[in-house]
C-alpha cells in the first residue's frame, strides 16, 4: 500500500538532510512521492531549480498533477527510462525491497539516494544491493549519524553511505557519495 503522506516522518527527514548535505547539483531527478509541492519546496530550499519528476502509479501521478505548484518536467512512467546525466542528483525513494530492483540499481551508478525497505533484513539488502551492482565491499565502518545504523561502504568502485531508520516502518537508504 502506498503511503498518503511523508509530512510526519521526522526520521525520514533528518535522513534526508543529512545526505542532501553531500550533493551540490541544482538538478534533480527523482520520485517526489504523494506530498509533491512538499518535496519540491524543499528541495528548493537546498539549492535546486530544476526538476524531473517521474511517477509510474496513475492515481499518484493524477493526483500530483493536479496540484503542482512548482514550474517542474513531468514524465509518466518508469524511472528506468529516465536519461542518465551528469551533475544531476538522483533521488530514488522506492520504498521497495532491494530484491526487485535489479534494474534500477545497474542503471543508476553515481549521484544517487536509494530508499528501500529493509523487511528482507539489513543483511540481505546490503548483499543484494552490492551483488546487483557487481561491486565488492573492501571496507566498512559505523559513523555517527542520523539514523538506527550508519555505515560507510567502501567498494571496488565508490563509497556508500548506508542508513536505516524507522518512522512507521524499517527503511534505509544508500547513498553513493564518490
Not at 123 to 133: G, M, Q, V
Request: glycine share 4%; aromatic share 16%; hydrophobic share 40%.
Amino acid at each position: 500500500m502506498t503511503k498518503k503522506t511523508y509530512l510526519n516522518a521526522e526520521k525520514k527527514h533528518a535522513v534526508r538532510e543529512f545526505l542532501f548535505s553531500y550533493f551540490t547539483f541544482n538538478t534533480i531527478v527523482g520520485l517526489a512521492g504523494p506530498d509533491i509541492n512538499d518535496y519540491i519546496k524543499w528541495c528548493k530550499l537546498k539549492g535546486y531549480d530544476i526538476f524531473e519528476i517521474w511517477e509510474m502509479e496513475p492515481t499518484i501521478a493524477m493526483k500530483q498533477l493536479t496540484q503542482v505548484k512548482y514550474p517542474v518536467s513531468y514524465k509518466f512512467g518508469n524511472i528506468l527510462n529516465a536519461e542518465i546525466k551528469q551533475n544531476v542528483l538522483f533521488d530514488l525513494d522506492y520504498c521497495v525491497s532491494v530484491r526487485y530492483m535489479k534494474e534500477h540499481l545497474k542503471k543508476f551508478k553515481d549521484n544517487f539516494i536509494m530508499t528501500f525497505s529493509t523487511r528482507i533484513g539489513i543483511k540481505e539488502t546490503i548483499s543484494k544491493f552490492f551483488k546487483f551492482r557487481h561491486e565488492n565491499i573492501l571496507n566498512e565502518y559505523d559513523f555517527d549519524g542520523p539514523g538506527l545504523q550508519n555505515k560507510v561502504f567502501t567498494t571496488n568502485l565508490g563509497k556508500y553511505l548506508f542508513i536505516t531508520y524507522a518512522d512507521t516502518s524499517a527503511m534505509c537508504c544508500i547513498a553513493k557519495i564518490a
